[in-house]
């Protein structure tokens, strides 16, 4: 197996090696750090009531376990690894795919055909994932009157409709086409610098990683925050101002909290993003590096080791 089939897969290996990459990479990613996730959905809120008021991130994570129990904090999980499996599969799937496609017969990596990849797949992503974020989101707010991830679908939709779980759609993709395009070029330059080979580099591959997720984190979060407001109709807020849209929602939260209300739950977005996008790479590098060295035989793999697997073995 030659060097670049790691990172390609041409020949015998099919997308299937990226979507069981991505799926695993996708559900470890929010499962480890959903407990700050939840964190930043309640530091988000523009009128929390009294017993959620927070002063930063590790505050809101202490009251929230002993007002609320630790079991709180993993409160709508199920609804993402519900999502996040499927949509990843497909979002590596089509990042893999479609960034070698652009770049065509050019040598190398190029910024642009990997944003673009990157913008593509994020349309996939999204329209998969946008009800399990819907469900997961008013799940982790505070006084949530759902019983689980099923009584939330069951209740929005009877009372919403399915539009509930698009609301935030476009806001998703006006923060998630430039976060992801962010993420993929930032971590596509990290590792010309630091794995210029594309080899499967562990470390690599976490610093690389979690660089581009809190650089993208930062970038994104005023968008994160309308997000938010869509996807909760946060009670207190909908009451004196209709937000139904993207730019109800922008409005909305300058009215409500002037512009500093557009980086709300910065830290815990940022301090969520970096160890989550450094574990998703990690997995993902990783069982893209573990299916492809398997899919031949066992005698193979120890007769005629890739580069990779070379690299591996001398550390």
């Not at 700050?36 to 009531?49: G, H, I, N, S």
């Not at 519900?82 to 910024?111: D, I, N, S």
């Not at 539009?163 to 976060?179: D, E, G, H, V």
């Not at 979060?221 to 109800?248: A, G, H, R, W, Y």
């Amino acid at each position: 197996m030659s060097e670049d089939e790691y990172e390609s897969l041409p020949g015998t290996t099919t997308i299937s090696t990226h979507m069981m990459a991505g799926a695993f990479a996708g559900v470890m990613e929010h499962c480890v750090m959903y407990p700050v996730d939840c964190v930043k959905t309640r530091m988000q809120c523009l009128r929390p009531c009294p017993e959620a008021q927070y002063r930063n991130m590790v505050h809101a994570l202490r009251h929230i376990v002993q007002q609320e129990g630790i079991a709180r904090t993993m409160r709508g999980v199920q609804a993402v690894i519900g999502g996040a499996g499927p949509a990843h599969a497909l979002y590596f799937a089509c990042y893999e795919e479609l960034k070698w496609m652009f770049r065509g017969t050019a040598q190398g990596h190029h910024v642009l055909a990997n944003g673009a990849a990157g913008c593509v797949a994020t349309l996939i992503h999204d329209a998969v994932m946008n009800p399990a974020e819907v469900v997961k989101q008013r799940l982790q707010m505070y006084g949530s009157p759902y019983k689980g991830a099923i009584d939330c679908l069951k209740q929005v939709f009877k009372a919403e409709g399915v539009r509930a779980f698009y609301r935030s759609y476009t806001t998703q993709l006006s923060m998630n086409i430039p976060f992801q395009s962010v993420h993929f070029v930032t971590y596509e330059l990290m590792q010309d610098g630091m794995n210029q080979g594309r080899r499967y580099n562990p470390v690599s591959h976490m610093v690389s990683g979690g660089m581009a997720g809190g650089v993208a984190a930062a970038v994104t979060t005023p968008l994160d925050v309308c997000k938010t407001l869509l996807n909760t109709q946060e009670s207190c807020v909908c009451q004196t101002i209709k937000v139904d849209n993207m730019f109800q929602a922008v409005r909305a939260v300058y009215v409500m909290k002037g512009f500093g209300g557009y980086f709300r739950g910065m830290q815990a977005r940022v301090i969520h993003q970096i160890p989550s996008a450094a574990i998703c790479w990690s997995v993902y590098e990783f069982f893209k590096y573990f299916i492809t060295t398997h899919q031949g035989s066992v005698e193979d793999i120890y007769i005629n080791p890739s580069p990779a697997v070379q690299v591996h073995a001398g550390k």
